[in-house]
C-alpha cells in the first residue's frame, strides 16, 4: 500500500502532461460559441458620440449581418480596422459595431480618424451586451442569419485571409438561404 502512494504525484504528474499535450495542440483562435446555432442576445444599445442611432437586435431583423465587438484601445481592432472598410466598400453585408468598455467619445474620435465601417453602432460601456454575446476580449466577430441566429464566432482580427477563406462563405451561403 505505501507503494501505491509513492507512484501516485507520478501518476498525477502524467494526467497533467497529457491534459496539456492535449491543450496545446487546440486553436486558441478557435473558441467555441455557446452562442452558435442560437438567437442573438435581444438588446438596444445607445448611440456613441457624434452618431444619431445606437444599435439594437431589432436593427439587423431579416437580414445577413456581421457583428463587430471592438474598442479604441484594442490593438488588434485596429489591425482589423482596415479590412472591416474594405469589406463595407465592396460586400452586400450590414456591418454593425458594438463599442465595448469605453471613455465617452473614444469610440467616435477614432472611428473619425480611421473611417466608420459600421451601418450601425452602440454604446456599451458597462460591457452588459458583450457579456450576453459571450466576448471575452476585443475584437470578437459574430455573423447572424435572417433569422437572428448567431451562426459563427471569429475571436481576434479579421484578416484578408480569414474573410476569404472563413467568413465570406458562410456570409454568402446565408445571404443565399435568405433569398
Request: net charge negative; aromatic share 10%.
Amino acid at each position: 500500500m505505501n507503494r501505491l502512494f509513492l507512484y501516485l504525484p507520478l501518476l498525477v504528474f502524467a494526467f497533467v502532461a497529457v491534459w496539456f499535450a492535449v491543450g496545446l495542440r487546440q486553436d486558441p483562435a478557435r473558441i467555441p460559441s455557446v452562442l452558435i446555432d442560437k438567437p442573438m442576445p435581444e438588446f438596444s444599445l445607445p448611440a456613441i458620440e457624434g452618431h444619431e442611432n445606437g444599435f439594437s437586435s431589432d436593427a439587423i431583423a431579416g437580414r445577413v449581418a456581421l457583428v463587430n465587438v471592438f474598442a479604441s484601445w484594442c490593438i488588434p481592432c485596429a489591425i482589423e480596422h482596415p479590412q472591416l472598410m474594405e469589406i463595407a466598400a465592396a460586400e452586400d453585408i450590414v456591418i454593425a459595431g458594438i463599442n465595448w468598455k469605453e471613455k465617452p467619445g473614444d469610440g467616435a474620435a477614432w472611428l473619425r480618424r480611421l473611417g466608420d465601417p459600421y451601418d450601425y453602432i452602440g454604446d456599451d460601456a458597462d460591457g452588459r451586451v458583450a457579456i450576453d454575446f459571450g466576448v471575452t476580449g476585443a475584437p470578437e466577430t459574430f455573423i447572424v442569419d435572417h433569422n437572428g441566429r448567431i451562426r459563427y464566432k471569429q475571436v481576434g482580427p479579421i484578416t484578408e485571409q480569414i474573410w476569404t477563406q472563413d467568413i465570406k462563405p458562410v456570409v454568402r451561403q446565408l445571404q443565399a438561404e435568405a433569398k
